[in-house]
């Protein structure tokens, strides 16, 4: 099968296209002829060095995938061969096959073309399981989300919307912020004129926010620290800032401010197969009826895969970055 391949760490120029022996699958395991992938951060540390393929995964990079099912071991499911299905892997995404749990598959909602669908899985899976698992954001609370446009944060900002929670979100244009009110967010906040922190008490009578969902952490958290409602939670997913900062443990102490934090990739099938059944019952709806809508910036055949790498890199999209396999 065709496939790209990361032949060092490095630049964009790395990934590079090859042929690859079909994927072996294992118990409970799909085959999926590929028809589209989406590109994500975790695709771009993979690339570069700092983000060591889990044991077992494929040194391929992708970690999301659209497209049919041509075989596997699906006694316990609900697929049948010639199925379409979205689906969040550990790896091996840019190819034209590619094998999946079956129990983290999801339909392809009606109406969505395979490009659409395979936008969904990494940042619904992530978005969904740090908010509304990790954080527990409950009926009546508000939210910000830092890195408003990327694909996590498209995606945060419409599911959190649509389920009825004021929204806040950072972005680093004030074309960006505009992007971020027309999805959802009650105020787009441009980080780079404006202090996000004193934004959000304003908003919020002084309040602050219950959750904070944060991409950048470094020296963002001691300030996120400051926005935070008593009670509140930080979630920290990446760390687009550094792995160091300030913390003001006397705040967490006085107001019981919670920091917390995760990766989905090294998490258990288990955890995953939860994730999609909440997926399926609480947000496929919602995708059906059009009250929550894939972003796609831009679309690349497969063989590009170094220009999407290249355009990630820019941060000058809005919503997601897609690989097609013609």
């Known amino acids: 099968m065709r496939a790209i391949e990361i032949i060092k760490p490095g630049g964009p120029e790395v990934l590079t296209p090859c042929d690859r022996p079909m994927p072996t699958l294992k118990a409970g395991e799909v085959l999926i002829k590929v028809h589209a992938a989406g590109v994500n951060r975790p695709d771009v540390l993979q690339r570069t060095g700092n983000y060591p393929v889990p044991p ?3 040194d391929i990079p992708g970690l999301e995938v659209a497209g049919e099912i041509v075989d596997g071991d699906l006694a316990d499911s609900s697929f049948k061969r010639g199925d ?8 091996g995404g840019y190819a034209e096959y590619c094998a999946a749990p079956v129990v983290q598959c999801l339909p392809v909602p009606k109406g969505f073309t395979a490009i659409e669908a395979a936008s969904l899985p990494e940042t619904f899976f992530t978005v969904y399981s740090n908010i509304f698992g990790r954080a527990r954001l409950a009926e009546g609370e508000s939210l910000l989300v830092q890195g408003g446009t990327s694909g996590i944060g498209v995606t945060a900002i419409q599911i959190a919307s649509a389920l009825g929670h004021r929204v806040f979100a950072t972005a680093g244009t004030d074309d960006k912020c505009r992007a971020c009110e027309s999805l959802g967010a009650e105020r787009g906040i441009n980080y780079r004129t404006e202090d996000f922190s004193e934004v ?6 002084g309040k602050g926010v219950n959750v904070i969902l944060d991409m950048v952490a470094g020296d963002y958290v001691n300030r996120e620290i400051n926005c935070l409602a008593d009670d509140g939670r930080l979630v920290i997913i990446a ?5 160091n900062g300030t913390v ?7 107001r019981r401010l919670t920091i917390t934090g995760s990766t989905l990739r090294p998490r258990p099938i288990s955890f995953k197969q939860d994730i999609a059944q909440q997926l399926h019952h609480h ?12 972003v796609i910036f831009k679309t690349f055949d497969l063989d590009h895969a170094s220009d999407a790498h290249a355009l ?13 396999i013609i």
């Open 56 to 58: 077992g995964a494929s």
């Open 84 to 91: 379409m299905v979205c689906a969040l892997v550990q790896g």
């Open 200 to 205: 959000v008490k304003s908003l919020t009578d």
């Open 239 to 243: 760390l687009l800032g550094g792995v």
């Open 248 to 254: 003001n443990f006397g705040e967490i102490l006085r």
């Open 283 to 294: 947000i496929w709806p919602l995708l059906e009826s059009g009250k929550i809508k894939p």
């Open 312 to 324: 990630m890199e820019t941060s000058t999209h809005v919503g997601k970055i897609m690989l097609e």
